[in-house]
């Protein structure tokens, strides 16, 4: 078979605890976004758009429901004789097995995916971060240098920048130091966690960080720091566009708001977010019904004021009730009169009669979390900031 010139291995296993019961049941790159999305769309459409065309997923924790939504990547033009998307989970080899250890071991174990689809640069990516970026652009200067590591980076404010991996460089934009979430960040250029690798030199670095019994077996805290430290030729491509790591309960609220407020722009015909939805009808409005600056995607039944909100698609907001400042995700009911405000609702949830979720109040530092398939009784109470997983009854 031909080498290809660049293969992208794309980490999706991780659990997403920060995002709470959003993520008991489902991997954080299957978690529902921006009506009509799942959060992994984003990186898949990005090798699609990007021509790259062999994706390894490397999956984990809860992956039933993001295996399922990936499928043959039909959606993403990657199903392919030659290439294509492949789901690859921790397996049993004939010494043994073992669930991925950090993001770097994830890759090592996975070096046989990359031997059978030859290629001379890896692209390493993560599957929970928001944005739009062709990669085709990063591989190009990646080669220009004649780097060994080319990383991805972005310009954080500062009060955020000890939450991310963050490095200097020079005027040809060398890397020269790099600290994975310093207590004192140096600067406020931060890893974006999109890496580009020449494959010879990443095999020979996970390997020896795989004899290193002290290692995290992970790319911030050990390979990056170690290749720089051997004195590789490492480099930063700056981007500039959007980009959000989704990770908690606000970044991820405030990623849905920003495709209210066109900081986030998905109309982009040449450069498309595709996914995987069924053909739907279109949005009904009934008698009485009112959306005001949202976005409503198609099989939603709207009786009542949608205001400021995200709304996926088959949910149903009844006669009176008002959905204000809300994500709202796949087949979830808002019964008559029901009041919402600052709240995330995960997918297949009921909201009786009369109940009231969060606080008009509240804002965005006090969102209040309704995990799959629960239950919320007519008249319920939901205090903002609450997190609920299960049946609520009225008190």
Known sequence: ???????????????????????????????????KYRIIDFTLSNCANSGITTVGVLTQYQPLILNEYIGGGEPWDLDRAYGGVHVLP???????????????????????????????????????????????????????????CTIAVIDVPREEAGRFGIMDFDETRRI????????????????????VFRKEALIKELILDERDELSSNDFGKNIIPNMLAKGYNMFAYQFSGYWKDVGTVTSLWEANMDLLSGDLDLSDKGFKIYSRNEALPPCFVGEGGEVINSLVTSGCEIYGTVINSVLSEKVTV???????????????????????????????VTIG???????????????????????????ATIEAGSIVDGEVEHE
């Open 1 to 35: 078979m031909k080498k290809k010139l660049c293969v992208a291995m794309l980490l999706a296993g991780g659990q997403g605890t920060r995002l709470y019961v959003l993520t008991s049941k489902v991997a954080k790159p299957a978690v529902s976004f921006g009506s």
């Open 90 to 148: 921790p397996y049993q080899a004939k010494k043994g097995g073992e669930w991925y250890k950090g993001t770097a071991n994830a890759i090592y174990q996975n070096l046989h995916f990359l031997d059978m689809y030859d290629s001379e640069h890896v692209l390493i990516l993560s599957g929970d971060h928001i944005y739009k970026m062709d990669y085709s652009e990063m591989l190009r200067e990646h080669i220009r240098t004649k780097a060994d």
């Open 176 to 195: 020269t130091s790099f600290e994975e979430k310093p207590p004192q960040p140096k600067s406020n250029h931060a890893s974006m966690g999109v890496y």
């Open 318 to 348: 009844a006669k009176g009730a008002v959905v204000d400042n809300c994500v709202i995700m796949r087949g979830t009911i808002v019964g008559e009169n029901a009041q919402l405000s600052y709240a995330i609702v995960d997918e297949d």
């Open 353 to 379: 009669d009369g109940a009231a979720v969060g606080d008009e109040n509240s804002g965005k530092d006090r969102i209040t979390l309704v995990g799959r398939g629960a239950e919320v009784e007519c008249g």
